[in-house]
Each structure stands twice: as structure tokens, then as C-alpha cells.
């Protein structure tokens, strides 16, 4: 029973039209981020770009800045190394607890973050942490620890796991398979988690809220802005948050598309890649 | 084989375990314990107390609660409506266009939240984009719709949309074309196809999307701040009042207790209709 085409047409407009709400906010934070006046109102009658010169002088930016940076780096390399190995657990191997681990994974995601980063806060002043941008990353990995072990374990799914037991058969070690063969192959997967982790934990706002103490991340600081009275370095600072995360993201497809192409440019039988 | 496959399982779960064991079930457990304490108190070891549930009825915190549920699934039964038809779309019609549209809503989940609500209220706010646009086009001008409930309903849609949106695209493509078609030359309506064969063989989709949808909304906060400027106040905002402002822990533990059991429940619900292995595509 296929679609008929005026139904087709409907639906392909329909998808355009959700795309132009999905980005419609960040035109007006554009736009409000080229105004020159001090008090935003459309229709813009004089663009400059003066707030993006101030923001980028501004030393409290550049704190904000390095405090984001630091929290999304070492987030995303902890949850590329406890996500490769949870993924394993995950897809890979049977063993007794498999279900369960599974179902465990999932609830910090269903969870929603404010409620997460209040519970965070009163279980670091029990035990005596005082929060700083430190506990922040805890609180980003409870959340992006999972989902990065999800975007692994797809991967995980579609390998053959004859590759790994040819090679014990063979007489690999357990260590070995990991490193020559388990990596390799997981790694576009790795990779493509990393990424999420990063741009999630640079975005995050409702988990930082509360677990980062008298530090502060750019979200958190747009955040405290837009409540308590406007400054037009909100929407220059929101700009250039997003301008930096969409840089990386294509950045990544760039680099994946070059490196898809040198490989299909070396001589057949050199790539062993399954897909996925 | 076999012993080794278990071994190395349960090695490679370890890490993660931990830091949710840390990090996720310790936290709620310290929430569930300071819940029974006794007011102005900040250690664990006290006799138990349940005087900050009582509060809770006493002084009408069930009014926000009401107001989070209430909202949260009224967002969830828009939600539903109007990305059915565009999973449709994304699981049946579309061929590429699938791959741009979840690019695009990807690609949105990375903007931070708050950044996204900020650029409505420039689009919607008096001078915004939209009426300070029309205003100068036309000469007249119309009220905000902004800081009412209606609003901060339209931000969770916005901000959720993405959590229904993809569970319902994966449900609806595990409803096989031939019984589709099997029922419509058999002589069923379209409506009756809707309703007989595609909702009932896409139910585990739309069960996960809608309670995730409904739980992530129930718990959020900088909607009904930012869209809503204070019109209404959200159970989220009465929990963080009690541990900021209020220095009042238990309360603010109780009231944290009595929506982490309501979305822990809903979240259990999901969790275990949720088949990991069939959806992520097991070869095996």
C-alpha cells in the first residue's frame, strides 16, 4: 500500500517545515547577536559585530570557556574508554547479568538531569566533596557514560565474533584480541561516541546546574543571564557555542569522508573491515 | 569458551557499574535517607522523621506536582500527534530525506537547551522576531504569547521532541508492510489499518516514546523558567527553592522522593518492555 503522492508531497513538506522550527530559535539568536542596540528588538535596524569582539576580550568568556573545555575533554575520554568495555559486556558477551546491566544503563537516560544534578549535590555534601567543576564531570559521565556505551555496542552488534575466536584459536591472548581486533573494529563506533560525549557535555546545561560549585560553564552562565536581566552577550556567546560545536561536528564528517577515501583508494584485499 | 565469554563480561561491565553504583543509585538512596530526617539537620544519622512528607500535603506542594504531570502529559499527547505522521514518514516514505531529517534533529540535540528556549523567547517575545516583524509590516502589532502555560507546554514539545520522535520511527518500522497490505485488500480503511494494524504492531515504540517524553518533561525545569517567566511554578522548581534558597533538605528530599518513585516507576515501566538486543539490531 504505498503512499500516494499527494500524501508523499505532505509528508516531505511536513518534514521541511519541522526542520525550520527545529532551527527557527537559533535565527533569532543569530540575528539578536549581530544587533548593535544595547536593547534587542526586531526588525534589526543597524548590525555590528562589536558584541563578538567583547565577548571574545571578555576574561569571564574565556574562564567559562576553559571550564566547558576542560569538563567536555576528559568526559569524553572516560566515556570512550568505559564505554568501549561496557559495550563488550553489553553486546558481545553472555554472561549471567547481561539482561540487567542492560536495563541499568538505560535509567540515568530516562532520568531527567535537573533531578539527577540535585541528588548529585546532596550525595557529594554527605560524603563531604565540595563541588567544583570536578564533580561536574561525574555528573556528565553518569549521563553520557551510557550513551556512549549504547552508540559503542551498535557497533559491537554487527561484528563476528568468529574473528575474535579464530584468533584465540590461534593462540592470541585474551589482551591481544582486544588490541589487534576487538579496538580496530569497534573503532569507527568509539569515534562516533567520542563525539557525542563531547558536543553533549559541552551543551549540557541541567546537570552542571547544580554540580559545579563556584565554578561555572558557558550553558550555565547564558543560563544565569537569561533569568536575571538581559545582556546582549547572551546571544553572542550562545552563537559562538553553537559555532563551535557544529565546527567539530564537521569537522569529524570531513575528516571520516577523507579517511573513507584514502581507503577505497589503496588496493583491494588491504582493508578488512567488516561494515557496519 | 563459555566461562571465559562470563568472565570477561562481567569484567567489562565493572566500570561503568561502578560509576553508576557511585554516581546514580548512592545519590537516590541519599535522597530517600535525608527525606526522614528531621529539619536543619545535615547529617545521616538521625532518627527518622517523616514530618517533611506531611509538609508536603500540608502546605500544598501537590499544586506544582499537579502542574508538572499535568503538563508533561499534555506535551506527551501533542507530541504523540504530531511526529506520527513525520515516523511514518521517516520509517515508510522518506529515502534519504530520512538520514537529512535525523541529521537536523541530532544536530539540534547538541545546542544547548536553554540556548534553544532563549531563541524563542526573541522569536516570540513584544519586538521579537515575529511581532516586531509584522508590526513593522502591517503598523500593527499583537500581545506575546509568552509567560502563560500554553507556552511553557509548546517548549517541553519543542525540547522533547527528538525523545518521540526517533522511538516511534523505530516502532513504526517494525510494522510489516504485507500485513499493511494484507488488510487493505482485504478491504479495511485506511483508518482501520491505523488502528488495527499499525498502532497495535508499533506499541513497543510508542509505549518507550511516550514515557519518555512524559517522564523527561515531568522532571524539567528551564521551560517553564524561560518560556514561562514564573507563571507557574514546576515541582523541579520547588525542589531546587528547598535546597537553595530554603536550606530546607528534607523537604526538598521529599519532594525529589515523590517524583523520582513516580518517574522511576513510569521509567521501570519502559525499561523492561524496552528489548535491547532485537532493536539494536543482534546478528546472532
Known sequence: MPASRSTKIALYLYGVLAIVILYLPLVSVGFASVSRARYL???????????????????????????????????TIVSMVIGFFGALAFARYH???????????????????????????????????????????????????????????????????????????????????????????????????????????????????????????????????????????????????????????????????????????RPKGADNDTGG | ??????????????????????????????????????????????????????????????????????????????????????AYGMAKVFGRFTLVLTVAVVMSLFVSENIRLFGWVLTLMKGGLVEGHFRALTGVGFESPLYNVPIIVFGLVYVYFPFMLFPLAQGIAMVPDDARQAAADLGASRWRVLWEIELPLAAPGIVVGCLLSFVLATGALAESKLLGGQSVIVIADEIETAFTYGQNWPLGSALSMVLILIIGALAIVAVTRIDLDTIMGRRR
Open chain 2, 1 to 86: 569458551m563459555e566461562r571465559l565469554d562470563r568472565r570477561l563480561g562481567f569484567f567489562s561491565a565493572l566500570p561503568l557499574a561502578m560509576l553508576l553504583a557511585v554516581a546514580f543509585l548512592a545519590p537516590l538512596l541519599v535522597i530517600a535517607v535525608f527525606s526522614v530526617m528531621p529539619q536543619r539537620v545535615f547529617s545521616l544519622f538521625n532518627a527518622p522523621d517523616f514530618s517533611a512528607y506531611r509538609v508536603f500535603f500540608q502546605q500544598g506542594y501537590y499544586g506544582p506536582l499537579a502542574w508538572s504531570l499535568g503538563m508533561a502529559l499534555v506535551s506527551t499527547i501533542v507530541l504523540f500527534l504530531i511526529s506520527w505522521p513525520l
Open chain 1, 41 to 75: 528588538s526586531f526588525p534589526i535596524k543597524r548590525y555590528s559585530t562589536e558584541w563578538y569582539a567583547r565577548a571574545l576580550e571578555s576574561p569571564t568568556v574565556a574562564d567559562l570557556v576553559t571550564t566547558s573545555l576542560k569538563v567536555a575533554i576528559i568526559v
Open chain 1, 95 to 265: 554472561w549471567r547479568y547481561r539482561g540487567t546491566f542492560q536495563k541499568l544503563i538505560l535509567l540515568p537516560i530516562f532520568f531527567p538531569q535537573t533531578v539527577l544534578g540535585l541528588a548529585l549535590l546532596m550525595w557529594f555534601n554527605s560524603v563531604g566533596i565540595i563541588p567544583t567543576w570536578k564533580t561536574a564531570v561525574v555528573a556528565h559521565l553518569v549521563w553520557i557514560a551510557p550513551i556512549a556505551t549504547l552508540i559503542i555496542a551498535i557497533r559491537a552488534y554487527s561484528f563476528d565474533p568468529a574473528l575474535e575466536e579464530a584468533a584465540r584459536d590461534m593462540g592470541a591472548s585474551t589482551f591481544l584480541i582486544l588490541r589487534e581486533i576487538t579496538l580496530p573494529l569497534l573503532m569507527p563506533g568509539i569515534v562516533a561516541a567520542g563525539l557525542f560525549a563531547f558536543l553533549l557535555s559541552w551543551g549540557n546545561f541541567p546537570l552542571s546546574l547544580f554540580t559545579t560549585g563556584a565554578d561555572s560553564t558557558l550553558p550555565e552562565w547564558l543560563y544565569a543571564k537569561m533569568v536575571s536581566g538581559y545582556s546582549p552577550l547572551v546571544p553572542t556567546v550562545g552563537i559562538m557555542s553553537v559555532v563551535g560545536s557544529f565546527c567539530i561536528l564537521i569537522l569529524a564528517f570531513a575528516m571520516t569522508w577523507l579517511l573513507r577515501k584514502a581507503r577505497n583508494n
